[in-house]
């Protein structure tokens, strides 16, 4: 225990069981902002209906790759080198040829207006703003229209598509976007069908009034949680839209329809990866769609080493899953990835005080990111690589806050 009583490793007063990083400062009644990504996910799961919260937390069965996709960078240690003048860090980098401020964006996810009011106007202000300037990757059931994000962007937009039945929907989705000016499609491939996410049964969850896919013009409305058969509305309303028959093969239609560059998203092996730059794709997002999808995949920190040994330089490499802090950025970009992509944090963000709430997560990654590559040595992003990395046993139990107590449990 510290002078003040407050336990070192979790931060919480051991009496009040208040975090003085989330909790409000009795002295002022004001809410102090977090200081940890984990403190946005506190103060939305107070602000959030229940079955909103679990939609966004929840993985698909016993949330093990949740929860390997967070373990995998607690067994990573890094091997700082002093003596590397650190006077300026230098995160700025590129992506599919943009200048962006940081080797940061958002992943895409479905209906931010379930997070706030503004939904993605929010994000997209957020992800321009403080000198970010990073990307987001719109999701293909976003909440707000494209031309509504393109009039507030200033980091680049990339649409994220899945493969629906009516290829005439899917070809008039990506010419609006080309002519609202995104900067690449993002096609995910690890969702021929929806992942048995047993929180969105057991809390009921559905689309609250008003709420709707917008960019595809009345094709997607709300979906009911209109049985009590133990099935998921929301998988439900997945498998009427998303077309399970998506193979290698269709890639050349998609290409037709299209200037823009294609990047895959969920790719996890070698195998696929290499077959993916065989065939000329522009990027790959190493991604387990954050746990949601099969249960028991492999964690993508683990699977990013071969994802980037099979590519060879072909393509740039991303990554998604579990990034909550500035050391997590840096580990995957020691290991290869051009940038990351953050999930569930910005919708955190979201909930918790709309654009300014998600600017601050994006924000303290930046800035947690250049505190960790001034103080192992490497002040530019080239310096980066394995040698940066060790493995070794897992880091003593996790003092990760943001992580739901019944995420612990499993379902
Ligand atoms: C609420 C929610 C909605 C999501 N919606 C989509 C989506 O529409 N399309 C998609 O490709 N991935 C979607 N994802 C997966 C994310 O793009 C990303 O892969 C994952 O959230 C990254 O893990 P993290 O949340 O641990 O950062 C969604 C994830 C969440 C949490
Ligand atoms: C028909 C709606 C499907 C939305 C799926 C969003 C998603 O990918 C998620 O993980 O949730």
């Keep these: 225990m510290t002078d003040t009583g407050t336990d070192p490793v979790t931060g919480t007063d051991p009496v009040t069981g208040t975090d003085p990083a989330t909790d409000a400062d009795p002295a002022t009644d004001a809410a102090p902002r977090p200081l940890t990504v984990g403190g946005y996910a506190a103060l939305a799961k107070d602000r959030l209906p229940a079955a909103t919260w679990h939609y966004f937390q929840g993985g698909a069965g016993t949330e093990s790759t949740v929860r390997a996709n967070r373990a995998a960078y607690r067994q990573v240690r890094l091997r700082p080198r002093v003596l590397a003048d650190v006077s300026r860090c230098d995160l700025s980098t590129t992506v599919l040829g943009d200048p962006i401020g940081a080797p940061l964006g958002v992943a895409p996810m479905a209906y931010h207006q379930l997070a706030c009011a503004d939904g993605e106007v929010a994000t997209v202000r957020a992800a321009g703003g403080s000198g970010l300037r990073v990307p987001t990757i ?97 998988a439900r309303h997945a498998d009427a839209f998303i077309d399970p028959s998506l193979s290698w093969s269709d890639l050349d239609w998609l290409r037709e329809q299209t200037r823009l560059p294609l990047v895959l998203k969920g790719v996890l ?47 740039p490499v991303f990554l998604d899953g579990g990034i909550r802090h500035g050391t997590d950025v840096l580990k995957a970009l020691a290991l290869g990835a051009r940038a990351v992509f953050v999930g569930r944090p910005v919708l955190w963000g979201l909930a918790a005080d709309g654009e300014a709430g998600a600017r601050e997560v994006l924000t303290l990654l930046r800035d947690e990111l250049e505190d960790a590559m001034a103080l192992a040595g490497r002040p530019s992003l080239a310096a980066l690589g394995p040698e940066l990395l060790a493995r070794g046993p897992a880091a003593a139990a996790p003092n990760e806050s943001y992580e739901d107590p019944d995420l612990r449990k499993g379902p």
């Excluded at 995949?297 to 071969?306: F, G, R």
Aim: glycine fraction near 12%; aromatic fraction near 6%; charged fraction near 25%.
């Design 138 to 234: 719109v999701s293909i059931f976003a909440s707000r229209t494209f031309e509504d994000l393109a009039a507030e962007a200033t980091g680049p937009l990339w649409l994220q598509l899945y493969w629906l039945h009516r290829r005439d929907v899917l070809r008039t989705v990506v010419r609006r976007a080309e002519a609202a000016g995104f900067r690449a499609l993002v096609l995910t491939v690890d969702t021929p069908r929806l992942g048995r996410r047993l929180r969105e049964v057991r809390h009921g969850f559905h689309l609250p009034p008003g709420i709707a896919a917008r960019n595809l013009d009345g094709e997607v409305t709300g979906f009911l949680h209109d049985r009590q058969d133990g099935s998921s509305a929301l």
């Design 269 to 315: 092996t070698a195998e696929d990866a290499a077959r993916a730059a065989g065939l000329g794709i522009d990027g790959i997002v190493v991604s387990n769609h954050g746990g949601r999808q099969l249960d028991g995949s492999v964690a993508t920190l683990d699977a990013l080493p071969e994802v980037v040994a099979a590519v060879g330089g072909r393509c």
